[in-house]
């Protein structure tokens, strides 16, 4: 087990870089498959769920090196079993991404059933549902935990999504751009780093055409050729930079700023009495003015707040005059953390807004809501929080309660951060350059 050992209560001042998008990188690192060139990929985060991916790759016989953040990685010969390994591919969500392009270039594949970060169901259904639609023939064996898929020849159909699903939009991508004929995708995911890995698999001979916000067409090619591409920075990390800024009445200028795709955002933060300052295209400096202030925050799919955002936010909202709310609409289950917060003196109560049809309101399958999960929170501030022994169970809970400890005077203790390094590279490296005391320390478990 990892863990962080953090002296709370300092300042943050400095200049920092944000890392490559996971979301894009492991999405190109499976369009590997999708060709037998090789493919360059700049900017490519050191994340334990990339180098598990890779590994991924490697067990369908692909090859890859990895130097610094570029990727060199090249699809093998063609496979008599192409099935990803139970214990290789249960380590994260994404490994069942690689079914599609299987079925584009073999023909056939087995995927387990994917693990990644406990949100909820998170069920793949979509996904699956859009390649049987594709000619695809998809069964689950619960006997050994997978998927067993065929294909003739995918062709082209219309998928169209009842629910936003951002993996759902790549996934039906990744195998139409390989497909007999035309693919339409409705309801199609809108957000940029779904644009970053279109433009990726343009280069490479894909055509693909964005309609409007939420229609994708497809028109299937024979054969895909090498890239090299470099990824567009993580919006993720420059929110919890900013609002890192912010709570520790430091002043931050992030590097590799992503700007423009974070207007749903930056309005609630300067509504909240944070300050940020474009510097120019890729640098943005944040910091916060006077109190600050309380906001009523609703996740949703993109362009809306990303559900990402607002663990981190929830922190920052205890230091707000008055009560601030929190709407979950996106997944059924992501307030993890908040009995963590609690052990640090956050005063936040769980409360469901009333809602008229929650079946078509939310973003999940409701039927998958499990009894005592609630939609929202109330946050009760400002509170001073204190040090305390926390626990981390997924990637964005993770980095909140870094940033909750940052923000508590005294010695803060965070077990398995390992979680984290799932999301961010070097962490706490780049927390240090910026003024915290952050320590990792390895702890071996007793069974």
Request: glycine fraction near 8%; include cysteine; proline fraction near 5%.
């Amino acid at each position: 087990m990892e863990t962080f050992i953090i002296q709370g209560g300092r300042p943050m001042h400095g200049n920092v870089t944000v890392g490559g998008a996971k979301n894009v990188a492991l999405k190109i690192l499976i369009a590997s498959l999708l060709t037998d060139e090789e493919i360059v990929i700049h900017n490519v985060p050191r994340l334990r769920d990339v180098f598990s991916l890779i590994d991924v790759l490697k067990s369908l016989g692909v090859h890859a090196s990895v130097e610094g953040n570029t990727v060199r990685i090249r699809n093998g010969d063609a496979l008599e079993d192409p099935t990803v390994p139970l214990d290789i591919g249960a380590r994260l969500r994404t490994s069942s991404m690689v079914l599609g392009p299987l079925l584009a270039r073999y023909g056939r594949g087995n995927v387990p059933n994917p693990g990644g970060c406990r949100l909820g169901a998170r069920p793949i259904d979509r996904h699956i549902d859009g390649l049987r639609l594709m000619g695809a023939d998809i069964v689950y064996n619960p006997d050994d935990g997978f998927f067993h898929a065929t294909a003739a020849k995918l062709h082209g159909a219309t998928v169209q999504f009842p629910k936003n699903t951002h993996t759902g939009t790549e996934s039906i991508l990744l195998a139409a751009v390989l497909a007999t004929g035309q693919t339409v995708i409705e309801n199609a995911a809108a957000e940029v780093e779904v644009d970053d890995l279109i433009t990726c698999l343009t280069l490479m001979g894909a055509s693909i055409t964005r309609k409007d916000p939420r229609t994708i067409v497809i028109d299937g090619v024979s054969k895909l050729h090498g890239v090299e591409y470099t990824i567009m920075p993580d919006r993720n990390e420059e929110v919890t930079f900013a609002i890192a800024a912010a709570i520790t009445g430091g002043d931050i200028t992030v590097s590799g700023s992503q700007l423009p795709y974070l207007d749903a955002f930056l309005k609630p933060f300067t509504k909240a009495g944070g300050v940020y300052e474009k510097i120019d295209a890729t640098h943005t400096r944040y910091a916060k003015n006077g109190c600050i202030r309380a906001t009523d925050i609703l996740t949703e799919p993109y362009p809306g707040f990303m559900t990402d955002w607002q663990a981190p936010w929830a922190v920052f909202m205890t230091q707000a005059e008055g009560i601030s709310t929190i709407h979950e609409s996106v997944f059924e289950s992501r307030f993890s953390y908040v009995a963590e917060l609690k052990k640090m003196g956050a005063h936040i109560d769980f409360y469901d807004p009333p809602v008229a049809e929650p079946e078509t309101f939310y973003n999940f399958n409701w039927a998958d809501r499990k009894e005592g999960y609630h939609q929202a929170i109330r946050i009760h501030g400002p509170t001073n929080l204190h040090n305390a022994v926390l626990s981390v169970d997924d990637i964005r809970a993770g980095a909140s309660l870094v940033l909750a400890a940052l923000m508590a005077p005294g010695e803060n203790y965070l077990h398995g951060v390992e979680l984290i390094d799932r999301g961010y590279e070097s962490l706490e490296d780049r927390l240090t350059q910026l003024g915290a005391s952050v320590i990792r320390k390895h702890e071996e478990v007793e069974l």
